[in-house]
């Protein structure tokens, strides 16, 4: 299946959904609190807009805030309200947003309000990226797949706050809450966005979140997800011996198993360039060594098996944790030899350069 594709989604009347817009911009123009910004393109299951809150402190300075409101497709939005209260404390996942004396507290319609965003979304990072025939750093892909994993042991061990912390795995059963719609693409909906601030797990770079959760589900043992795949074609597994680094412990689950293929999917476009592309190719792609002869071979290994056809040949959460905690995802720019110093592929100052041109200055 094409990685672009999205899941099915609530279809809701389209005059109905002119009407409840219009109607839920009027609740907030009516509050001088707030101001009505631009409606948001590409949002799967909804509709959606942003809000910006005038924030008076004690001596009547006004700061200003920005939030999304998003509605519309009454299932969808009930399911995703549901799961970012579940996962309101991960620093990995967008945030609900929450206003004292709520206008919307007579809209009779599904809605939920979240934190904005401000630098876009991974697919126009990597958009951007592509345009300017930019080799991304391992140091990078690293940093981005560190955020991607953790919003993943989110996901499974929801953290248990507040405040909102760093998503850990926990000694209990977890979770097994699958996104199902994690990807990027340009005329569909984009599922990671970047955060504002510099987190202190990777120096360089903004906080990556997962956002609409809209097609998420707790998977049972018997439920197929929207990804599920054939195991009819285990040549990839074999070829790479992937049964060699499968985990002698660790708990997963149906949820675990279709996150971490979706992360495998999102790492396999952001080394290869490829926004559109299917995950037999991208298997094929990073099976052939004279590909991406930069690319750091532990980095490779881990998506790849990210990437098997067999369940059990992916990663456990707490393989990954033990890896995080090891510096793994950390690497530095002495990692790397000559391509660390200064001047190379994978120096502080390229990284700098990366996250300031093509993240941080983003056109949204």
């Known amino acids: 299946m094409p990685v672009y594709e999205s899941s099915p989604i609530d279809i809701f009347d389209v005059e109905k959904s002119i009407n409840a817009e219009n109607e839920i911009k009027d609740f907030f123009t009516n509050d001088p609190r707030f101001v009505v910004g631009t409606t948001l393109q590409g949002i799967d299951s909804g509709l959606a807009f942003v809000v910006k809150e005038k924030i008076a402190d004690n001596n009547g300075h006004i700061t200003e805030k920005k939030f999304v409101v998003k509605f519309g497709g009454d299932d969808s939005i009930r399911d995703e309200e549901y799961m970012l209260q579940t996962l309101d404390w991960a620093s990995h996942v967008v945030n609900r947003y929450r206003i004292g ?135 990839y597994d074999h070829q790479l011996n992937l049964e060699r680094h499968r985990p002698q412990s660790g708990r997963r689950n149906r949820g675990i198993d279709s996150n971490l293929l979706d992360v495998g999917v999102l790492m396999g476009g952001l080394i290869c360039s490829k926004q559109y592309i299917y995950e037999t190719n991208l298997r094929r792609l990073l099976m052939d060594p004279k590909l991406y002869p930069n690319l750091d071979p532990d980095l490779r290994l881990l998506v790849q098996r990210c990437l098997a056809i067999d369940p059990l040949n992916r990663p456990r959460l707490e393989e990954l944790m033990t890896l995080i905690n090891a510096g793994a995802f950390t690497k530095s720019a002495a990692d790397y030899g000559e391509a660390g110093q200064p001047g190379g592929r994978e120096s502080d100052e390229r990284l700098r350069d990366i996250v300031s041109t093509y993240m941080l200055s983003a056109d949204v």
């Open 101 to 235: 004396n709520n206008p919307l507290q007579a809209f009779d319609q599904p809605y939920v309000m979240m934190e904005f965003l401000e630098n876009g979304t991974l697919g126009e990072f990597l958009r951007r990226t592509m345009d300017a025939k930019v080799v991304l750093p391992n140091r990078v892909l690293w940093s981005i797949f560190l955020c991607l994993v953790r919003a993943c042991i989110g996901m499974a061990y929801p953290p248990k706050g507040p405040p909102a912390q760093l998503e850990v795995t926990r000694d209990e059963e977890p979770a097994a809450i699958a996104h199902q719609d994690m990807h990027f693409g340009n005329e569909k909906p984009q599922t990671v966005s970047i955060g504002g601030s510099i987190f202190f797990e990777h120096q360089y770079m903004p906080v990556l979140k997962l956002i609409d959760f809209g097609e998420a589900q707790i998977l049972g043992p018997r439920m197929k997800s929207f990804f599920d795949e054939d195991f009819d074609d285990m040549d």
